[in-house]
């Protein structure tokens, strides 16, 4: 048996090629025996309760069709009423706009399925906004279900741990908003979201021990302190005559953690589905890479040295390397500390016992996981080794949601 056949890095690398031979760099791909391992394994960590899924980390009508015809997935978390108006004109329904929006013209585009009688819901977080969406429902002849935004960071003295998000933390900051809705014409409170970004989103087994060790003791303390904040807001909500049909709460990287929540009803996830890059550093759970892309070697600049056209799919959030796609495939290849991932062409190490041609295909990992969708048109769709189908991105869709 050769060197190249028994290292199972390499197999998997030649296993891919063959898989994708003939297509033109670059692409991208998704693996629907791991997609679907993905979420089979996220279902069992929400332990029954349904999981609406993140849209914003799919960004592909075919693949949200997938995992929504499977028994614990219920509904989607759209970041857009543009977006939430095309998927209910794609025959979606029970689409919740994660994110408040006061644009009139994106929330009349949502008034036909509310006259239809389908399930859409708003999200706020400020007065101003309920009396922006007030008028507009009144206008339309419309009333507009909102869900009420609740901060889940943790505040100690001289450290914010979690995400700059909504500005309603307490019982009292919940009421004055409910009390708005309840006073306007045309709308109705249905649902609070309280999403955990720091402990769904932030890795905890990065190697650094102590800060590892710092990061699992800060989640801790901080859903203990989510947990009762969100358990008294909607208790007091509902005291106050609000029909609260539901309230989200998770996310990935906390799926076993929020589900422990009694006023919690419903999960919401997406990412863990693709297994992008950022996701390899979490103590509590591994899914499997599901989403790549292959970039063609165009270059040898010089020995040890590879060049790939294109790669440069940078994720969003704080700038750092972090952020940077992972040479995945071949194993042991990585960026150029000085130029990283590129506009135009991507630079390599490449380790001596890998060899690369010109043309020969290099498979990175995103990031993160649905922004890879805005740099493709289609996702090549593999199964069992093979490729099986090629569907529309949002992009490829001629969707476009900023």
């Keep these: 048996m050769s060197r190249r056949t028994a290292r199972p890095s390499l197999a998997a690398y030649d296993a891919l090629k063959r898989a994708l031979a003939g297509r033109r760099l670059p692409l991208a791909f998704v693996d629907?025996?791991?997609?679907?391992?993905?979420?089979?394994?996220?279902?069992?960590?929400?332990?029954?309760?349904?999981?609406?899924?993140?849209?914003?980390?799919?960004?592909?009508?075919?693949?949200?069709?997938?995992?929504?015809?499977?028994?614990?997935?219920a509904g989607v978390m759209a970041y857009s009423a543009a977006e939430a108006a095309a998927l209910l004109d794609a025959g979606f329904d029970d689409v919740l706009v994660a994110y408040p929006t006061v644009d009139a013209q994106d929330v009349?585009?949502?008034?036909?399925?509310?006259?239809?009688?389908?399930?859409?819901?708003?999200?706020?977080?400020?007065?101003?906004?309920?009396?922006a969406l007030s008028a507009l429902a009144r206008e339309g002849g419309v009333t507009l279900p909102l869900w009420l935004d609740v901060d889940a960071s943790l505040s100690l003295p001289g450290l914010h741990f979690g995400v700059r998000r909504s500005p309603i933390r307490s019982v009292g900051d919940?009421?004055?908003?409910?009390?708005?809705?309840?006073?306007?014409?045309?709308?109705?409170?249905?649902?609070?979201?309280?999403?955990?970004?720091?402990i769904a989103g932030l890795p905890d087994?990065?190697?650094?021990?102590?800060?590892?060790?710092?990061?699992?003791?800060?989640?801790?303390?901080s859903f203990s302190d989510v947990a009762a904040r969100r358990g008294a807001i909607t208790a007091a909500l509902r005291a106050d005559g609000h029909p609260l049909r539901r309230v989200n709460g998770g996310g990935t990287g906390s799926l076993e953690t929020t589900r422990r929540d009694p006023s919690v009803t419903e999960l919401a996830a997406g990412s863990g589905l693709y297994a992008p890059a950022l996701f390899d550093e979490f103590a509590s759970f591994r899914n499997a890479p599901a989403a790549a892309f292959a970039l063609p070697v165009t270059r040898r600049p010089a020995p040890g040295i590879v060049t790939c056209h294109g790669g440069g799919y940078v994720a969003s959030g704080a700038a750092g390397p972090d952020k940077l796609p992972r040479p995945w495939l071949p194993v042991g290849l990585s960026l150029l500390a000085r130029e990283g991932a590129g506009e135009v062409q991507t630079p390599l190490e490449v380790p001596p016992d890998v060899t690369l041609a010109i043309g020969d295909p290099v498979f990175f990992r995103h990031a993160k996981a649905g922004e890879l969708c805005e740099r493709f048109t289609r996702l090549l769709l593999l199964r069992g080794g093979e490729v099986v189908d090629e569907v529309p991105t949002y992009r490829g869709a001629g969707w476009c949601f900023v």
């Design 205 to 221: 087994a990065t190697g650094r021990r102590a800060l590892d060790l710092a990061i699992r003791a800060l989640k801790t303390r």
């Design 174 to 198: 919940a009421r004055r908003v409910g009390e708005a809705i309840g006073q306007a014409d045309a709308v109705e409170l249905v649902g609070l979201m309280s999403y955990e970004a720091q």
């Design 32 to 73: 629907l025996d791991r997609f679907d391992e993905n979420a089979a394994s996220m279902e069992r960590r929400a332990a029954g309760l349904p999981i609406r899924v993140a849209s914003k980390s799919l960004r592909c009508v075919a693949l949200l069709r997938r995992v929504l015809a499977r028994p614990g997935w």
């Design 108 to 131: 009349r585009a949502l008034f036909p399925a509310l006259r239809e009688g389908r399930d859409v819901g708003l999200m706020v977080d400020d007065v101003a906004q309920v009396e």
